[in-house]
């Protein structure tokens, strides 16, 4: 298993025609796994989600944050992931308990347990209203949605890989993920682009490779050899949730006075749990009684 935490590096080759993002999240796939107990293959679709997420928001700056939103009609439901620009990752898979027979290629089934349907973008950019993307999932494989995505909603011709590679107890051994993207005017290098598809296509599997310890960095300098790649920065990559219980209550008093009180009658205090990180939040008696007074004044 690759040591050394997980890390997020951020290049550009050939010129500035290229941005690439490579992140290494074992340990931030791995603890998003262990908090909703999902299984092998819930864990490899929550754990894409996460990458990707983390992938997108190392673009971001200072307090802008984005949510990826996967609504399929297979077995998983909803895939939720949260990012920002610091590197924290947050998200939730709406079924965990979701593990399905290996497809043909002898792989997790994610498509599979993703199914049809939808992939949503939501980017707060500090502004009036936040952006929002929205395309059909062409694959429910994750990263190839995320490159279509990226493609048709926002233009910017892009490859992604994700990988998670999962134990066989459960755990995650291994996850990581690529992002490539031609800035304007690259992708007229027809040369450059068959250069870099093909060795995208070379490519050993990416989780396996972070398994046998390789870094994102040694990982990206292999696939842009050649194409004089330059490092802009690194940053660490963490599941971190911003959830608290004072934030819960302040949600509990917008219920208002009347239902606090219902609650109050029947279940004496309330239990609150948060669906990003399974957070569970005790709330008694005496902290609802304080709360209807507050919905109250």
Known sequence: ????????????????CLRALAARTTETVEEARRRHDAFP?????????????????????????????????GPLGKIVAEADAAGNVRGYVHHPHVHLPSNAQGKLDVAGAVGSGHLYVVKDLGLREPYRGLVPLVSGEIAEDLAYYLNVSEQTPSACILGVLVAPEGSVRAAGGILIQMMPGAQEDEELVQRLEERIRAMPALSRSIDEGLGPLEILLGLLEGMEPKRLEERPVRFHCS???????????????????????????????????????????????????????
């Not at 298993?1 to 500035?16: E, F, N, Q, W, Y």
């Not at 959830?243 to 609650?263: D, T, Y």
């Open 1 to 16: 298993m690759s040591t050394g935490g997980d890390i997020l590096v951020h290049l550009t080759a050939a010129g500035g």
């Open 41 to 73: 293959t819930a864990a490899a679709a929550l754990g894409r989600t996460l990458t990707g997420a983390a992938l997108l928001g190392a673009v971001l700056k200072g307090q802008q944050r984005l949510m990826i939103e996967i609504v399929g009609d």
């Open 243 to 297: 959830c608290s219980k004072e934030r819960f209550s302040s949600g509990l008093v917008s219920l208002g006075k009347e239902e606090l009180e219902e609650i109050a009658r029947t279940q004496g205090g309330a239990e609150l749990v948060c669906h990003f990180c399974g957070q569970v939040y005790h709330v008694s008696e005496d902290e609802l009684r304080a709360l209807i007074a507050q919905a109250g004044g």
